[in-house]
């Protein structure tokens, strides 16, 4: 690993926002590597974040697949770093994730295929929750059919927009 790629690890967090936010995570569990229940084993949700979005500690996270809503979590840190393309890189950010913490291990082509030569976004949470979709019984734009539902990994909603969804209108 060269000195500017160190240099670059430690540079990576936008600046700090006091503001607690409200977030919606598109998550497509047919492409995903692990059904959402097994988050709560894990403590991580980590996602392409080249929009470098910046998300505070003790914002307030849904989590959705398709039109319903999974369940959510609060979140405790958030960590953007740039994932280079470098074997020493990707050995030591493999070797970081591939801890306990998380509910699955990626190998080194993984990585290096899905996340090198991106920003990376690490949301660290506790609190997880999950919804059971029958009891939901309507989906996001049942509940809010002004949402414009962007295609995006993160997007930021309301709190009442927040409250709205987590309990199904």
Not at 100 to 117: H, Q
Request: contains cysteine; glycine residues 4%.
């Amino acid at each position: 690993m060269n000195n500017e790629s160190k240099k670059n690890i430690l540079n990576t967090t936008n600046e700090k926002d006091d503001k607690i936010g409200y977030y919606l995570i598109n998550y497509d569990l047919d492409k995903n590597y692990s059904p959402f229940v097994n988050w709560y084993n894990s403590s991580i949700y980590r996602f392409i974040n080249d929009e470098k979005i910046n998300i505070t500690s003790g914002s307030k996270v849904l989590v959705k697949d398709g039109d319903y809503i999974l369940g959510g979590f609060d979140v405790v840190k958030f960590k953007n770093i740039k994932m280079f393309n470098q074997p020493d890189y990707i050995n030591l950010y493999k070797k970081l994730t591939d801890y306990p913490v998380t509910f699955f291990a990626l190998s080194y082509y993984d990585i290096a295929k899905e996340y090198a030569n991106h920003y990376v976004g690490h949301i660290f949470y506790k609190n997880f929750f999950e919804l059971d979709n029958k009891k939901l019984r309507k989906t996001v734009q049942e509940i809010l059919p002004d949402l414009e539902i962007k295609n995006c990994i993160v997007q930021q909603i309301e709190e009442i927009q927040y409250n709205m969804l987590s309990t199904g209108g």
